[in-house]
Structures are given as C-alpha cells and as structure tokens.
C-alpha cells in the first residue's frame, strides 16, 4: 500500500451496522508511501496513527470527486 499526503484511506468496517471509514492522509511516516499514515477520519475529526490492513485501500486525492 502506498499514499500520498491528500489522498482518502478507505477502511471496511468489521462489523455488519458498521459503516466504512473514512480518512484523509495528513503525514506519510513509511518509506516510499507505505504506513503508518497520520489520518484525519471524516466521521469524527480525529487524527490518529494508523497501520491499516489488507483489506484498506488508498483513493489518490486526483481520483477523489
């Protein structure tokens, strides 16, 4: 998994009532793009450090509309 900063970092939610979060990339900590990623969550406006799982999956800002 590789992101840039802008881009959304899309997380399936493991519980059934659960929706999808979903967050923008603020800093990229990894080496060429890869996690840990400083996220914003749209749901709540925290920011947290996040190492998310195969089954994430990066939108790049330019694909956002």
């Not at 059934?16 to 923008?24: E, H, S």
């Not at 793009?33 to 330019?62: I, K, M």
Request: net charge negative; glycine share 10%.
């Amino acid at each position: 998994m590789k992101a840039n900063t802008g881009d959304r970092l899309v997380m399936p939610s493991v519980h059934v009532a659960k929706p999808r979060r979903i967050g923008i990339v603020l800093e990229v900590h990894g080496t060429d793009g890869a996690p840990p990623y400083l996220v914003r969550w749209l749901d709540n406006g925290h920011e947290t450090l996040c190492f998310p799982g195969s089954d994430a999956h990066v939108q790049p800002e330019h694909q956002q509309s």
